[in-house]
């Protein structure tokens, strides 16, 4: 069993809908929540970082992190075709050297 | 722009051939880690330098080596090629060791296909 599960999609969405992504992990020492976009061919870029549980609210953007479901979650509202990407959730647990990575959801906005 | 340049953007080689792949980190970032990426294997940790040293290991096979140079740049050595090796490569890097409690942001990646 992977320490980090993510459903790959693809999901397909109209523009405007909002947009659900979720992870689930397995390690309870996690700490560190953080979700990337990466978009065809290049590098993943930081979107929302979260330390533990709560949420973080960045314009169209909301992230969740229930520790006791191990369970975190991302929102886009109002997605545009511009969001259309693969996001990728990691989480690191404290002190650690590296982050685990999710598999990647394949998002498509369509007009 | 990330500000983490690596080169080269595309690779093709044969099996059983070796290549270097290079990075340079963010300006004033000390550590350097570097991913696969493949379809089937999603982005995978290969190994982490801290100014210069190595400090963590993951999935990186015995025929791969990394080095980080004292002016921080660093190269991934790929030897005796296969054709599983095909992936992009990522180099990341972040101010301080601990990725999640630093920011680490990714290059655009080295695209390595072995035929």
């Known amino acids: 069993q992977k320490e980090v599960e993510q459903d790959p999609g693809p999901l397909s969405v109209p523009e405007g809908a909002i947009v659900s992504l979720n992870c689930t992990y397995s390690n309870s020492a996690f700490q560190y929540f953080m979700w990337y976009r990466q978009y065809s061919r290049k590098g993943p870029e930081l979107l929302m970082y979260t330390y533990s549980s709560g949420n973080k609210e960045d314009g169209r953007f909301t992230a969740q992190v229930d520790k006791s479901s191990k369970y975190i979650s991302l929102f886009i509202r109002d997605s545009q075709p511009s969001d259309s990407a693969t996001y990728l959730c990691?989480?690191?647990?404290?002190?650690?050297?590296?982050?685990?990575f999710g598999q990647g959801t394949r998002l498509t906005i369509n007009p | 722009d990330s500000g983490v340049t690596q080169t080269p953007k595309h690779l093709i080689t044969a099996t059983g051939q070796r290549v270097t792949l290079r990075c340079s980190p963010r300006?004033?970032?000390?550590?350097v880690y570097w991913y696969q990426q493949s379809l089937d294997q999603g982005l995978q940790f290969l190994i982490q330098?801290?100014?210069?040293?190595?400090?963590a290991k993951g999935n990186i096979l015995e025929r791969f080596s990394a080095q980080q140079f004292p002016d921080l740049h660093s190269e991934l050595n790929l030897s005796s090629l296969e054709l599983g090796d095909s992936a992009l490569y990522f180099c990341a890097s972040s101010v301080e060791g601990l990725p999640g409690a630093n920011t680490i942001y990714f290059g655009e990646g080295s695209w390595l296909t072995v035929v």
């Open positions: 330098y801290y100014n210069g040293e190595e400090r």
């Open positions: 300006s004033g970032d000390l550590s």
């Open positions: 990691a989480m690191s647990p404290e002190g650690a050297q590296k982050l685990v």
